[in-house]
């Protein structure tokens, strides 16, 4: 028994079995499967994958043994093989097609267009409705290109084909390549060396995947076939457009009298006159037309003449010459709406196996099966004549390397009636091909060309409700899926497991359902869609989990550790790739450089001062002390030491994550400079604020008299130093600076908390107490003493001057109560030089408060 022929009664259920075996060989479920099933191993990409229709698929790194040879070009005998392989089966028997054996009508000055565009290089996409001829052009046109390429014609079919389909079809079609399905990149390196004229019948898309095609292949001409509501190409694809449309009214009348190979009768060439107007000169309304004249000639040959199916012997066996339909006159012709519809009336003179054929093909969407398996679909020995019977009468159409109804003849048939049943019908198709295709002499490209009839039952099973139609779509599935992925057909793999895992839900097949789970997430990590890879191998782990399968829960772990792997390499590959191309936009001559860390130029150049170096450590050491009750675990970014800021480039060398942590402690140590240098500058307050001393003022009630700045505590430790000159007071060596939080250099008093001038704020009116000094010279003339004699400041020597050089009085001890200073507030009237609150004491500069002289008074009012 053998599956591709389909020959011999014994194979169909006539002698001793049925039609349909219920027991599958590929990859079932049911007993002995695991004997006959058919263990696989391919190469896709970097990847070894063990199609097992048994256990599921298995993908594993490709080891360096295993990798395959690189791909040779086909010869022009296997290139010739290849393409009638591909090309639809021819019909059996003595019926045949008349008109495409003919020549074309009125479409020579369109080949020769065409095949002058083709010759110089130009891709051209020809558009007209179906039935206009289309695919006869583009066969005329293929035959005149035939030596124009190096590569010669390739034909493809853009039938439910995506641009990623066609061009590894177009690979196939020119490479050997047995079990190896390169990567995307090596795929399209491959196909960018293809130079050929490719005929693609058929196109479903347009736009931005018709350039992703072109753009691929440039060394390729395009002869594209497309219907008018397929999608324009871009504006940018530089395609010729061609539109075609019907033929004329002479040009339709010849056509039919070489179809029916006789004159027309006046009648007939009004009907076909009637007809043309109608139908807008659709060459295939005609081809049809022709064949209701054939039966119409028929009929009036005898009344048995189309018993035998053929119409070659009467009934009766007698040797009566046929009557001429042209003396005839009171024979009616059909009508003008049976000729614009013609398929209910073709098909009711028909034979019954013809008609059960259209019956299947109405249950399948307009697919039609194979002609070998027709026999065992419709309980009919010669069945596969019935192809011959429909491509005569023009209801087939080929597409890609199967038939389908031609248009508009699927909704005539439908509301003749030969839609019923239909769910059923599509039962037996899956439970045929579920046997077939798990047949071990089956191979799996053999099964790959009926894909589009598979997947067609598929879909109506699985949105059938009857009992037991869900099951056989996923026993459908089972059986189908391992043989297309084999085929390398993983467009239609994907599709088929869609199917079986939507069908193994609705019928409660967890197993199963969890398969194809798993065969979609191998398939996903093969074509590198890893986020889909990890969802799908994620659900088949947790159904296996539930299931205790722990073979397949292995598989599913193994392939997840390799989504894994390959997001970690792809995402450090991204990281790597994207810092060259900053160094080399930054070492680029007469661009500006960035700087390597987040400070600005100017503190990356102070950084290259060993100086510096130490004081940024300093301040980093004190910040780290000053927050250590608030803070902790602060990560330290420091540099190499060299000055060059090779410590901190380090840390951007690393993954995304090491940049995120050097930008966070780069602002941690901002934030901590300034803190410590408000520190330096300011102080606590005094605990004791109820009294007054001469290093902290009181509030008498009056915003604007509130120091900026003092002291940070009173140790009673002995000062380091005298106190130091402030910028505004630089050039004055003979007296001390004014504190920050008396008025500012030009006369206003500022605010305390900012520091600003205070509008509000009189500046002759006295402050009412004493404030501190506010710094130390930064020269000592004498060193301290052991014994304390006075508060100690708290500020560090800031920026030295030079002009800073008079020395001053170190502070005494603090005034005891019966001070002026402890009674409370005294006033301070403005200074000779225009700043308020100073006043001479003893012949020195005052503001109002105890000076470094140590005398503890201030001026009576």
Same mark, same amino acid.
Request: net charge negative.
């Given at each position: 028994?053998?599956?591709?022929?389909?020959?011999?009664?014994?194979?169909?259920?006539?002698?001793?079995?049925?039609?349909?075996?219920?027991?599958?060989?590929?990859?079932?479920?049911?007993?002995?499967?695991?004997?006959?099933?058919?263990?696989?191993?391919?190469?896709?990409?970097?990847?070894?994958?063990?199609?097992?229709?048994?256990?599921?698929?298995?993908?594993?790194?490709?080891?360096?043994?295993?990798?395959?040879?690189?791909?040779?070009?086909?010869?022009?005998?296997?290139?010739?093989?290849?393409?009638?392989?591909?090309?639809?089966?021819?019909?059996?028997?003595?019926?045949?097609?008349?008109?495409?054996?003919?020549?074309?009508?009125?479409?020579?000055?369109?080949?020769?267009?065409?095949?002058?565009?083709?010759?110089?290089?130009?891709?051209?996409?020809?558009?007209?409705?179906?039935?206009?001829?289309?695919?006869?052009?583009?066969?005329?046109?293929?035959?005149?290109?035939?030596?124009?390429?190096?590569?010669?014609?390739?034909?493809?079919?853009?039938?439910?084909?995506?641009?990623?389909?066609?061009?590894?079809?177009?690979?196939?079609?020119?490479?050997?390549?047995?079990?190896?399905?390169?990567?995307?990149?090596?795929?399209?390196?491959?196909?960018?060396?293809?130079?050929?004229?490719?005929?693609?019948?058929?196109?479903?898309?347009?736009?931005?995947?018709?350039?992703?095609?072109?753009? *691929?292949?440039?060394?390729?001409?395009?002869?594209?076939?497309?219907?008018?509501?397929?999608?324009?190409?871009?504006?940018?694809?530089?395609?010729?457009?061609?539109?075609?449309?019907?033929?004329?009214?002479?040009?339709?009348?010849?056509?039919?009298?070489?179809?029916?190979?006789?004159?027309?009768?006046?009648?007939?060439?009004?009907?076909?006159?009637?007809?043309?107007?109608?139908?807008?000169?659709?060459?295939?309304?005609?081809?049809?037309?022709? *064949?209701?004249?054939?039966?119409?000639?028929?009929?009036?040959?005898?009344?048995?003449?189309?018993?035998?199916?053929?119409?070659?012997?009467?009934?009766?066996?007698?040797?009566?010459?046929?009557?001429?339909?042209?003396?005839?006159?009171?024979?009616?012709?059909?009508?003008?709406?049976?000729?614009?519809?013609?398929?209910?009336?073709?098909?009711?003179?028909?034979?019954?196996?013809?008609?059960?054929?259209?019956?299947?093909?109405?249950?399948?969407?307009?697919?039609?099966?194979?002609?070998?398996?027709?026999?065992?679909?419709?309980?009919?020995?010669?069945?596969?004549?019935?192809?011959?019977?429909?491509?005569?009468?023009?209801?087939?159409?080929?597409?890609?390397?199967?038939?389908?109804?031609?248009?508009?003849?699927?909704?005539?048939?439908?509301?003749?009636?030969? *839609?019923?049943?239909?769910?059923?019908?599509?039962?037996?198709?899956?439970?045929?091909?579920?046997?077939?295709?798990?047949?071990?002499?089956?191979?799996?490209?053999?099964?790959?060309?009926?894909?589009?009839?598979?997947?067609?039952?598929?879909?109506?099973?699985?949105?059938?409700?009857?009992?037991?139609?869900?099951?056989?779509?996923?026993?459908?599935?089972?059986?189908?899926?391992?043989?297309?992925?084999?085929?390398?057909?993983?467009?239609?793999?994907?599709?088929?497991?869609?199917?079986?895992?939507?069908?193994?839900?609705?019928?409660?097949?967890?197993?199963?359902?969890?398969?194809?789970?798993?065969?979609?997430?191998?398939?996903?990590?093969?074509?590198?869609?890893?986020?889909?890879?990890?969802?799908?191998?994620?659900?088949?782990?947790?159904?296996?989990?539930?299931?205790?399968?722990?073979?397949?829960?292995?598989?599913?772990?193994?392939?997840?550790?390799?989504?894994?792997?390959?997001?970690?390499?792809?995402?450090?590959?991204?990281?790597?790739?994207?810092?060259?191309?900053?160094?080399?936009?930054?070492?680029?001559?007469?661009?500006?450089?960035?700087?390597?860390?987040?400070?600005?130029?100017?503190? =990356?150049?102070?950084?290259?001062?060993?100086? *510096?170096?130490?004081?940024?450590?300093?301040?980093?050491?004190?910040?780290?002390?000053?927050?250590?009750?608030?803070?902790?675990?602060?990560?330290?970014?420091?540099?190499?030491?060299?000055?060059?800021?090779?410590?901190?480039?380090?840390?951007?060398?690393?993954?995304?994550?090491?940049?995120?942590?050097?930008?966070?402690?780069?602002?941690?140590?901002?934030?901590?400079?300034?803190?410590?240098?408000?520190?330096?500058?300011?102080?606590?307050?005094?605990?004791?604020?109820?009294?007054?001393?001469?290093?902290?003022?009181?509030?008498?009630?009056?915003?604007?008299?509130?120091?900026?700045?003092?002291?940070?505590?009173?140790?009673?430790?002995?000062?380091?130093?005298?106190?130091? !000159?402030?910028?505004?007071?630089?050039?004055?060596?003979?007296?001390?600076?004014?504190?920050?939080?008396?008025?500012?250099?030009?006369?206003?008093?500022?605010?305390?908390?900012?520091?600003?001038?205070?509008?509000?704020?009189?500046?002759?009116?006295?402050?009412?107490?004493?404030?501190?000094?506010?710094?130390?010279?930064?020269?000592?003339?004498?060193?301290? =003493?052991?014994?304390?004699?006075?508060?100690?400041?708290?500020?560090?020597?800031?920026?030295?001057?030079?002009?800073?050089?008079?020395?001053?009085?170190?502070?005494?001890?603090?005034?005891?109560?019966?001070?002026?200073?402890?009674?409370?507030?005294?006033?301070?009237?403005?200074?000779?030089?225009?700043?308020?609150?100073?006043?001479? !004491?003893?012949?020195?500069?005052?503001?109002?408060?105890?000076?470094?002289?140590?005398?503890?008074?201030?001026?009576?009012?």
């Amino acid at each position: 028994m053998d599956p591709n022929t389909h020959r011999g009664p014994e194979e169909h259920g006539e002698q001793g079995g049925p039609a349909v075996p219920p027991t599958p060989a590929f990859g079932g479920a049911q007993s002995g499967s695991a004997e006959r099933a058919r263990v696989v191993r391919l190469v896709a990409g970097r990847y070894l994958v063990t199609v097992n229709p048994v256990d599921g698929s298995e993908i594993e790194p490709c080891p360096p043994g295993e990798r395959p040879e690189a791909p040779g070009r086909l010869d022009p005998g296997e290139r010739v093989a290849a393409a009638l392989a591909a090309a639809p089966p021819l019909p059996p028997g003595p019926t045949g097609i008349a008109g495409p054996e003919t020549a074309l009508e009125e479409r020579t000055e369109d080949t020769e267009r065409l095949v002058r565009l083709l010759s110089r290089g130009r891709s051209v996409r020809v558009t007209g409705p179906s039935g206009s001829g289309r695919t006869r052009l583009l066969d005329a046109v293929a035959t005149a290109c035939g030596d124009l390429a190096p590569d010669g014609v390739i034909r493809l079919s853009g039938y439910h084909r995506t641009s990623a389909d066609l061009l590894y079809a177009l690979f196939a079609a020119v490479y050997r390549a047995p079990q190896h399905r390169p990567d995307r990149p090596e795929m399209l390196r491959m196909v960018a060396e293809i130079g050929a004229i490719v005929v693609l019948d058929d196109l479903e898309f347009g736009g931005a995947a018709l350039d992703e095609l072109l753009d *691929a292949t440039p060394e390729c001409a395009f002869l594209i076939a497309a219907t008018p509501d397929v999608a324009a190409p871009s504006a940018g694809s530089h395609l010729e457009e061609v539109f075609l449309g019907g033929i004329g009214r002479g040009g339709c009348g010849r056509l039919l009298e070489r179809a029916v190979d006789r004159p027309l009768t006046d009648d007939e060439e009004a009907w076909a006159a009637d007809l043309w107007f109608e139908s807008e000169g659709l060459p295939l309304r005609f081809v049809q037309a022709a *064949a209701l004249l054939r039966q119409y000639d028929r009929t009036q040959a005898g009344p048995g003449a189309l018993d035998d199916g053929y119409g070659l012997f009467p009934e009766d066996g007698t040797d009566e010459p046929a009557a001429d339909p042209a003396k005839s006159p009171e024979a009616a012709l059909p009508s003008l709406g049976e000729a614009a519809a013609p398929a209910a009336l073709l098909a009711s003179r028909l034979t019954e196996a013809a008609r059960e054929t259209l019956r299947f093909a109405v249950a399948l969407g307009g697919e039609l099966p194979h002609q070998a398996h027709l026999p065992a679909l419709t309980q009919d020995t010669h069945a596969d004549a019935a192809l011959g019977e429909l491509l005569a009468c023009g209801l087939l159409t080929p597409a890609g390397g199967h038939y389908r109804l031609a248009v508009t003849v699927q909704e005539q048939l439908t509301a003749a009636g030969y *839609a019923d049943g239909a769910a059923g019908r599509a039962h037996t198709v899956a439970q045929h091909y579920a046997w077939w295709a798990g047949h071990p002499s089956v191979s799996p490209e053999r099964a790959a060309a009926e894909s589009d009839v598979v997947l067609a039952a598929m879909g109506v099973l699985t949105g059938s409700r009857e009992s037991g139609h869900a099951s056989a779509a996923v026993l459908l599935a089972r059986t189908a899926a391992p043989a297309f992925a084999a085929a390398l057909h993983w467009s239609a793999w994907e599709r088929t497991l869609r199917h079986g895992q939507e069908a193994a839900r609705l019928a409660g097949e967890v197993a199963e359902e969890a398969y194809f789970h798993h065969e979609l997430g191998v398939l996903a990590l093969c074509t590198g869609s890893l986020d889909r890879a990890r969802a799908e191998l994620e659900a088949s782990i947790g159904l296996r989990g539930v299931l205790s399968d722990r073979n397949g829960a292995v598989a599913g772990r193994r392939a997840l550790a390799l989504v894994t792997d390959r997001t970690r390499a792809d995402s450090a590959a991204a990281a790597t790739t994207a810092l060259p191309t900053a160094a080399a936009f930054a070492g680029r001559p007469g661009t500006a450089k960035t700087p390597a860390t987040p400070f600005d130029t100017a503190s =990356t150049a102070k950084l290259d001062k060993p100086r *510096a170096e130490r004081a940024a450590a300093t301040l980093v050491a004190r910040s780290a002390a000053a927050t250590a009750g608030t803070t902790t675990g602060v990560p330290a970014v420091t540099g190499s030491g060299d000055g060059t800021g090779k410590g901190v480039r380090r840390v951007f060398g690393g993954a995304r994550r090491n940049v995120v942590a050097a930008g966070a402690g780069a602002l941690l140590a901002a934030v901590l400079g300034t803190v410590v240098t408000i520190g330096a500058t300011g102080g606590d307050d005094d605990p004791h604020n109820d009294k007054v001393n001469t290093e902290q003022t009181t509030d008498d009630g009056e915003d604007s008299d509130l120091p900026a700045e003092q002291s940070a505590t009173d140790t009673g430790q002995p000062p380091t130093g005298s106190g130091t !000159s402030q910028p505004g007071t630089a050039g004055q060596p003979d007296r001390p600076s004014p504190s920050a939080s008396g008025p500012s250099a030009s006369g206003s008093p500022s605010d305390p908390a900012t520091g600003s001038p205070d509008p509000t704020a009189d500046p002759t009116r006295p402050t009412g107490r004493p404030t501190t000094p506010t710094g130390r010279p930064t020269r000592p003339t004498h060193p301290p =003493t052991d014994e304390p004699s006075g508060p100690t400041p708290t500020e560090e020597p800031t920026d030295p001057s030079p002009s800073d050089t008079a020395p001053t009085e170190k502070p005494t001890q603090k005034p005891t109560s019966g001070s002026p200073s402890a009674s409370g507030p005294l006033p301070s009237g403005p200074s000779a030089s225009g700043t308020s609150g100073t006043a001479p !004491s003893g012949g020195s500069p005052s503001d109002g408060t105890a000076t470094s002289s140590g005398t503890g008074s201030s001026p009576a009012a």
